[in-house]
């Protein structure tokens, strides 16, 4: 930053300046360097949380050490922590949720974007972002008294006749469970999907629609130039709604179940890394209980800094490094 | 004129003389079971006496958390600390028990001819995933007459940490030797079996909504929302419904132990009408003070609490402390000091 800016004074020879001149370039400097500082706080908040979280969770690193990560038994009585079924529970989740909401995400996008009159995309996008701001309880108690009687009933037992022969349906009809988490997640992260993935597409040039339709394409092969293009915005859309998704707590605590046993089955409860850490925080006790639930967090820190720098190279790899293209987010 | 300044004058002198006694403010962190007495006590206590305790329903775990570091006056936990968790403190800590609560077994069975009625060993099997139909032998044992339906039993607990799994667990350890060795009593346990629901509202809404679940929830909410409570077996053979009183009952049955320690569970207590799943919340107080003022102020309160505070707990679904228990903490009251002078000398 600083480096950046002496380089800049540096290249710019000093000229017999005016009072004025001066003046602007000063502040210019100012505000540069006040803008720098505030971009600068958000790494201090950052460092500060890795700080902190590391400094708890050292009497479990000290203590458990990589036992923590492959340990599938969590009991604060006996003080033994593992928390792989916690990390388990986070990736299948989210992981279901992606499939879910990125197909349907991306369809409404494009329909929104390219397909519907510009009147109705313009209210149906907007009724997609109100979603987004419905607090997260309230799709927890969705899923508990509206979705979850409606998989007991009628999805999963369902699921279980006709599909019970794979490991993934098989078990009990709770209603809450891994399937829940995910459809709730699903519907929680669309909108960010659709909203970014819609502005993205908007933002495509117009003369690649253009071009392909001269070239002769038809509507829907003009379509998938379009999308081909926009790959790498679409992409970040999901990473980021892939973010929320591994750190969604409230939803997800009152309708997974809550049991920490790793299951094949996605109608087996569960836990996830969030709810775990939501659910036994607060009335906590033992400086080792305390350690292992600071230690969840930094894994999930540490999960979300990984899956990060694995969708940068996604999409690094799939554009071959191009930036040119519109919306690269 | 005259009057009003005279008037004043004595206002002045009353509050005056009121002050240096003790501090006007406290501050205290901790259980949220208790909040709904504690913050009547405190908004009565400072209509009363001017004094105005500032409380946080953090959770026991945060509140524990809080007296260690010294940020709060005093703490509040529905679980008494264990003597490991002790030793974590940085100077010895006294336990005021306030009220008691029970747990209430709620369950879902449509069609029975007869209430559902339970015995420590159908708990216990239920949650050890030993139960697993409702028609099971041990069910029907204690439940002559009954034509219990050959449906799954969904045992569901609370998912997060609470002074409520506390109670539940303590009591499975004390009616279970298999319970004890395995599991253990916390605020949270590793369950071998069921599900989990997040807070009193989630167990509750899972057990309403699943034909054959069972759960457990504050008496106080059950009582509230009308759930289906069934009545539990207590130590002398007596099928005994939650409620005040038979909670102030197994306070009153374990008032020797708890004279001995008042840290001691109240579950499986003994006398006739005791129910069994009952427990109590405390206050956590440092036992030597380094503030005199503020020492003075909350043993006053906790005895204010003791004395005129008792009567108004049944109004909001607690149970009241017995006399037996109220004399235990009078006693400890006097073991407070502030820099090795006792603070207390009233009753």
């Known amino acids: 930053m600083s480096t950046a800016l002496t380089a800049g004074a540096a290249a710019s020879p000093m000229r017999p300046a005016t009072a004025r001149r001066r003046l602007s370039r000063l502040a210019d400097q100012v505000h540069q360097r006040a803008l720098g500082a505030t971009a600068l706080l958000v790494f201090l908040a950052v460092g500060l949380i890795v700080f902190e979280v590391v400094r708890g969770s050292a009497p479990a690193l000290g203590t458990l050490g990589w036992r923590f990560l492959i340990g599938t038994e969590w009991d604060p009585v006996a003080d033994h922590y593992g928390a792989l079924p916690y990390l388990f529970g986070t990736l299948v989740s989210s992981a279901l949720a992606m499939v879910m909401a990125v197909p349907l995400g991306v369809g409404t996008a494009v329909y929104l974007a390219e397909l519907a009159p510009p009147r109705v995309g313009a209210v149906v996008a907007f009724v997609v972002e ?65 909203s970014l993935a819609r502005e993205i597409l908007l933002a495509m040039p117009g003369s690649l629609r253009e071009a392909a339709l001269a070239l002769g394409a038809t509507r829907a092969e003009g379509l998938g130039v379009l999308l081909d293009a926009a790959r790498p915005g679409i992409l970040g859309a999901a990473i980021l709604a892939l973010g929320r998704a591994l750190g969604e707590t409230m939803a997800v605590t009152m309708v997974i179940g809550n049991t920490n046993r790793i299951s094949a089955s996605l109608l087996a409860p569960g836990s996830t890394m969030a709810s775990v850490i939501a659910n036994e925080f607060t009335e906590a006790t033992g400086q080792l209980y305390l350690s292992a639930l600071t230690e969840i967090a930094l894994v999930l820190f540490a999960l979300t800094v990984v899956i990060n720098a694995l969708a940068r190279l996604l999409v690094l790899w799939t554009t071959g490094g191009r930036r040119d293209v519109a919306g690269s987010a | 004129m005259h009057r009003i300044l005279r008037f004043a004058a004595l206002a002045l002198i009353t509050v005056a003389a009121a002050i240096p006694a003790g501090a006007q403010s406290l501050t205290g962190a901790g259980a949220t079971f208790p909040y709904p007495i504690y913050s009547k006590w405190f908004d009565a206590y400072h209509k009363q006496t001017g004094v105005s305790i ?11 958390q809080q007296v260690k570091a010294g940020t709060v006056d005093f703490g509040a936990s529905d679980a008494a600390l264990s003597n490991d968790r002790l030793k974590e403190l940085p100077r010895r800590i006294l336990h005021f028990p306030t009220v008691g609560g029970a747990v209430a077994m709620v369950y879902n069975l449509q069609g029975l001819d007869k209430p559902l009625q339970l015995t420590p060993e159908i708990i216990t099997g239920i949650y050890m995933g030993q139960i697993t139909v409702w028609n099971d032998k041990k069910v029907a044992a204690a439940n002559p007459g009954v034509t219990l339906p050959p449906a ?4 569901v607990h609370r998912s997060d940490g609470s002074g409520t799994t506390n109670i539940f667990t303590s009591y499975l350890a004390a009616v279970s030797g298999e319970w004890k060795e395995i599991i253990g009593a916390n605020t949270s346990v590793s369950w071998p079996s069921g599900i989990g629901g997040k807070g009193n509202e989630g167990v509750a809404g899972l057990v309403r909504q699943t034909p054959g679940a069972i759960g457990y929830v504050e008496l106080a909410y059950a009582k509230q929302n009308q759930l289906t409570v069934a009545p539990v077996r207590n130590q002398a053979g007596r099928f005994v419904l939650p409620s005040l009183a038979s909670t102030t009952a197994a306070v009153e049955g374990s008032a020797a132990a708890l004279a001995r320690d008042v840290r001691t569970p109240i579950v499986n207590a003994p006398g006739p009408d005791a129910y069994p799943i009952s427990g109590l919340t405390f206050l956590l107080v440092y036992r030597d003070s380094k503030d005199p003022a503020k020492a003075k102020t909350l043993a006053d309160f906790i005895a204010w609490a003791m004395r005129d505070g008792q009567a108004m707990v049944e109004a909001l679904d607690y149970a009241k402390l017995p006399d037996a228990v109220i004399k235990v903490n009078q006693a400890n009251l006097k073991l407070l000091t502030a820099s090795g002078k006792p603070v207390f000398a009233g009753r």
């Open chain 2, 152 to 155: 799954p039993v969904m045992a």
């Open chain 1, 130 to 194: 109100l979603l987004a701001s419905i607090p997260s309880i309230v799709y927890g108690i969705w899923g508990l008294f509206v979705l979850a009687p409606f998989l007991r009933s009628l999805v999963e037992p369902w699921l279980i006749a006709h599909l019970g022969f794979l490991p993934l349906f098989q078990g009990f009809p709770f209603g809450i469970g891994m399937l829940n988490a995910g459809i709730v997640l699903a519907v929680m992260v669309v909108p960010t999907i659709v």
């Open chain 2, 54 to 64: 500032n409380y946080q329903s953090i959770g026991s775990g945060a509140g524990i």
